[in-house]
């Protein structure tokens, strides 16, 4: 058994940038040899990651792309725990690789994105190379995408927020992005009362009922008063109802229409940390 002396673990440490504990214990796996201690590291990752899964990552980079001809367009969230990691540059770069490929490749789901090869190596990998190297919990946490006639990509904050919006048709730049700060400042949970699932209509209904039964309304009017308070919700929470923000006085819809009568909005994806 070689003899690891702390010069041997520093020395580990600053060419990996894993934890002092972390080196000590891969040199000694590895009889003092630095390349297969490296290679012990790298393996570890998953485990490292593991242990670390209940970390929480609340900080991190949201990043969209959109192709050339603005018919596609991505959004990711790569996160972290601190904000000292979210800033470095390796993180960052890492990050604007995914959402290329992510772009490029046009995978359905997480995992197949996390399966795909940046620089030649497998995302999943080099996230548990990122965890074993710098030493905290790292996960591609959001990944959505839209299709549509004109996409746009709004980055709100310093990378804190990612949101894509797709229309039917293209429409004047300013007012696209007027729409995607909407949705970054007001998060809709839908497009319309239309997109809003069942089961959220139906919880909101049973609780505005009760909220109606408790103030001592009348059985017989509980059901009316409960609709206007839905009617509000929906008001309040789909985007094309909502008051746009620049002016209260006419909904998105509305703001829409006077800026292109034959465009539509046909989706939208907001992806915030945290």
Not at 26 to 47: H, N, P, T, V, W
Not at 172 to 186: G, L, N, P, T, V
Not at 252 to 257: H, R
């Amino acid at each position: 058994m070689a003899a690891i002396t702390a010069a041997d673990v520093n020395k580990l440490r600053l060419q990996t940038g894993a934890g002092m504990m972390d080196c000590r214990n891969a040199l000694l796996e590895s009889d003092g040899d630095f390349e297969k201690a490296i290679d012990y590291l790298r393996k570890k990752g998953q485990k490292v990651a593991a242990k670390r899964s209940d970390r929480e990552t609340k900080e991190g980079v949201a990043l969209t792309k959109t192709s050339d001809d603005n018919t596609k367009g991505v959004v990711i969230s790569l996160s972290c725990e601190t904000d000292f990691v979210a800033k470095n540059e390796e993180f960052v770069q890492f990050a604007t690789a995914v959402a290329a490929i992510a772009l490029q490749e046009q995978p359905d789901t997480i995992d197949q994105l996390t399966a795909l090869e940046v620089n030649g190596e497998v995302i999943s990998d080099k996230i548990n190379d990122l965890v074993g190297k710098i030493g905290e919990k790292i996960t591609l946490s959001r990944y959505e995408k839209i299709n549509a006639g004109y996409v746009v990509s709004y980055i709100h904050g310093n990378y804190r927020m990612g949101v894509l919006v797709g229309f039917s048709k293209p429409i004047a730049a300013e007012a696209a992005k007027d729409i995607a700060m909407q949705i970054a400042a007001m998060n809709p949970i839908a497009l319309d009362e239309n997109s809003v699932p069942a089961e959220v209509i139906a919880r909101e209904k049973e609780i505005a009922v009760e909220q109606v039964k408790a103030e001592g309304k009348p059985a017989e009017m509980a059901e009316k008063i409960a609709q206007g308070k839905l009617n509000k919700f929906f008001k309040e929470q789909t985007l094309l109802a909502q008051p746009f923000v620049k002016d209260n006085s006419q909904s998105i819809s509305a703001y829409l229409k006077s800026v292109d009568a034959e465009a539509k909005i046909t989706g939208f994806k907001r992806v915030a940390l945290g």
